[in-house]
Every structure is written in C-alpha cells, then in structure tokens.
C-alpha cells in the first residue's frame, strides 16, 4: 500500500506589504475595525510584474529544495488557484515551463480558498495508484487583481502569495508517514454568498469578488468543525491526537471558534491571518510552511489541515508529518 508522503514545504509573498493604516487612507475603514473583526495586520500585494504563476513557482521552487529534489524528479503538478495567470492555458503549466520540467501531468483545480485541500486530495489519489511518484501540490493567489478597491467590506480582507508542498508515494510499511485521510464537500447552493461578478462564458469579463460575510463567516465555523471531526473519524483519530491545526487563514474569530467547538487549545492553531490576511488557496500550505521552518511542525506530528470557501466547497486533511 503506498502512502504520500509530505517531504518538502516552500512558501513565496510579493515584497510589497500594506498595512491597515494604508488601507484606512483609501477606504473608510479603521486598523482598530480590521483588527478587532479579522485579526488580520498587514497583507501582501503582488506589484505588477508579480503573477500567481511566479509566485507559485518560487513556492515550489523552495518546496523542492526542502525535499531534496530537483525540479525534473517531479512528475505531478496540481495548483490549486482562482486566480490563474490566464483563462487557459492552466497556470500548472507555466509552473512546470519555468522550473525546466520537460514531461510530467500538470493542470489546475479550482475550489477557491478550500482548493488546495481539494488539490491534496486528488494528488493523494493520484500518488496511491502509483502512477505517480513525486507531486507538487501548489495553493497561488493574486487575490488583489479580482479585489474592489472601493468596497471596504471585502478589500481589507485579502493578500497575496503562494504556497506548496513535494508529496512523495511511499510504502506504508516504511514509517506510517504519510496523509492518512482527507473529506472534501461542496453545497452549490450557496453559490451567491462568495463570487466573482464575471467570467469568460458569461460577461467576458474578470470580474471582481462579491461577498456576504457574516453569512460566510456562520456556515465556516459550522462546517470546518464537522469536516475535522469527520476526517479525523476517517484516520481512527481523535481531536486528543492533533498535535497542529493549520486552517484556512480567513479571520482569527473563525479560527478561534473552531478550535474552540473541536476542544482544541489555541496554542496548537498554526495563525498567520495577521501577517498574511486571507490569500484563498494558498493561505493553508503558506501557514504550514511558516510553521515547518519556525520549527512547530515537526516530523512524526499529527497535523490537520482545513479549508472552506467560495462554492460552498470545504475540507480537510489528517497527515503524520
Ligand atoms: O475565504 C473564504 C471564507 N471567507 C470568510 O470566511 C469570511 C467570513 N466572514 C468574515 O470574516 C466577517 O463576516 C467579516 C470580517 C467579513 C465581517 O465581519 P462582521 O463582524 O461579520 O461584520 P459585518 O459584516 O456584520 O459588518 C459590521 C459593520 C457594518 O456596519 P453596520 O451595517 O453595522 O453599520 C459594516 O458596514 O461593519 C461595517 N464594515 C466596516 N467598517 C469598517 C464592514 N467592513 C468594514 C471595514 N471597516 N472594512
């Protein structure tokens, strides 16, 4: 039986970061509302010249290198994104085209801020058939470019940035390493809580993102609680076994509440919504690469992984580091 294995983490933010203060001078907001309703501090902007397709490649650049791979070992590209560099052709290739990978599978998933849980999973099924050996599982966003700058209850909420991981298909019998299980949902009812007010099939246009959040924010905290419980049921574990928590970076009362409906202490909730703010796909694997190299998350551990976001898509993922 073989298992993917977690073997490398790598995370990339554009160099520019806004503070709420900046913020506060372009739209009628406040740090003291941002903070006291997000937690979120500073974001990262990508500058021009700055694309999810490069900043998922400096991702997964260091995720490499962490593995102690080279670029052509990598034979599976899944990047999770709702923010692609283009309507097609899928951001992964571009990835694959600027590491120097002549001949792998490469595409992209789009489940916005729970996509790279959804990615996971289909590399996980992908590593277990044995197919495929060596995946990079990438979460890139420039959430910015699909932002209203003039619509003060969702830009203040968003950043860019990107993050991967290398998973490798190995033999169970080695270590018990490995991701142990995952659950994914997705309700398209509740399709018109979190959009984008355009596309290529029906304005022709990007569009920009459009959200009710306080209705998010009940369904989040409901079900995030229900699909950890329901992937840790999967692995034969228990809330007691989690030694780290990296969620979905979406607002610090989210995480909160989570871990409080779970029983889990605050101190083992992998947070960076204050630095990163929310950056949908790439928010989870950028947390845990955070928490890998301040040394947290260490090998062996028991981590957990979840997301939810716009579709209602959500999800979760158990992993002996
Ligand atoms: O990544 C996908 C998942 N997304 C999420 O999980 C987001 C979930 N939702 C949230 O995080 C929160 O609902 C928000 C942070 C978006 C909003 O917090 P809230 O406590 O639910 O605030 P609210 O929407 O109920 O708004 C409260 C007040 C409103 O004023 P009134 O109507 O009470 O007079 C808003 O107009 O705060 C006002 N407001 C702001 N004030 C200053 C909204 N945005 C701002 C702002 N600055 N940026």
Redesign the pocket.
């Known amino acids: 039986m073989i298992r993917a294995v977690v073997t490398g983490t790598g995370s990339a933010l554009p160099a520019r970061r806004v503070s709420n203060a900046e913020?506060a001078a372009q739209?009628?907001?406040?740090d003291e509302?941002?903070v006291e309703?997000?937690g979120i501090r500073f974001r990262h902007i990508a500058a021009p010249d700055e694309t999810t397709g490069s900043l998922a490649t400096d991702a997964a650049r260091r995720a490499i290198e962490a593995a102690g791979l080279s670029p052509t070992d990598i034979d599976l590209i899944v990047l999770a994104t709702a923010t692609p560099d283009q309507t097609f052709p899928a951001t992964a290739t571009k990835v694959q085209a600027a590491l120097g990978i002549l001949d792998c599978v490469a595409f992209d998933v789009a489940a916005?801020?729970s996509g790279f849980l959804y990615a996971v999973q289909v590399a996980d099924s992908m590593l277990r058939t044995g197919v495929h050996r060596r995946a990079l599982v990438i979460g890139a966003e420039t959430f910015s470019r699909i932002l209203d700058w003039e619509d003060?209850?969702?830009?203040?909420?968003?950043g860019d940035g990107a993050g991967a991981i290398v998973l490798e298909g190995r033999g169970v019998e080695q270590d018990g390493r490995g991701i142990l299980a995952t659950k994914l949902h997705a309700d398209g009812r509740y399709n018109d809580l979190?959009y984008v007010d355009g596309g290529p099939s029906t304005t022709g246009t990007v569009g920009k993102l459009r959200?009710k959040?306080?209705?998010?924010?009940r369904h989040?905290v409901t079900n995030l609680a229900a699909v950890m419980t329901e992937s840790l049921a999967l692995a034969g574990l228990e809330s007691s076994d989690v030694d780290w928590v990296v969620p979905?970076q979406?607002?610090a009362?989210?995480l909160d509440a989570t871990a409080r409906k779970l029983g889990l202490a605050p101190e083992k909730v992998i947070v960076t919504v204050d630095r990163h703010a929310?950056t949908?796909a790439a928010?989870v694997p950028l947390a845990l690469d955070v928490a890998v190299r301040d040394g947290r998350v260490k090998q062996d551990d028991i981590v957990v992984l979840e997301?939810?976001?716009?579709g209602f898509t959500w999800g979760a993922a158990v992993i002996r580091f």
């Open positions: 913020l739209v009628d907001t406040s509302w941002i309703r997000t916005v801020c003060r209850t969702t830009c203040v909420l968003f979190l959200m959040g306080r209705e998010v924010f989040a979905h979406a607002n009362r989210i929310n949908s928010s997301a939810m976001g716009g």
